[in-house]
Nanobody
């Protein structure tokens, strides 16, 4: 079993930045690819970004490319999502997830955090 705990969400004005963190425990972190997903109110969960265990493979949702950066520290069992130039449409609950490979489908991931709310005011 792996436990994932997200932090770093909050309220920010459009154009601002936030950095989300997700700390993992219970399993070998560097054996897993890590992903970030988000779910806006009334919408389905959406892939945002993912990174392989080595950091060599990274994937992004098109609408966040150039604004968001995913990274990880295997020494700290932590994955990050740096979010810049935030827009109102980025408002959602953000979840981190762990799985065997970089994937955009949420059912490819085995473990999930509880989520952290990001609200972008326009």
């Amino acid at each position: 079993q792996m436990t994932l705990v997200e932090s770093g969400g909050g309220l920010v004005q459009a154009g601002g930045s936030l950095r989300l963190s997700c700390v993992a425990s219970g399993r070998t972190f560097n054996s897993y690819a890590m992903g970030w997903f988000r779910q806006a109110s009334g919408k389905e969960r959406e892939f945002v970004a993912a990174i392989s265990w080595s950091g060599n493979t990274i994937s992004y949702l098109n609408s966040v490319k150039g604004r968001f950066t995913i990274s990880r520290s295997n020494a700290k069992n932590t994955v990050y999502l740096q979010m810049n130039s935030l827009k109102s449409e980025d408002t959602a609950v953000y979840y981190c997830a762990a799985g065997p490979k970089v994937a955009i489908m949420h059912d490819e991931y085995d473990y999930w955090g509880q989520g952290t709310q990001v609200t972008v005011s326009s």
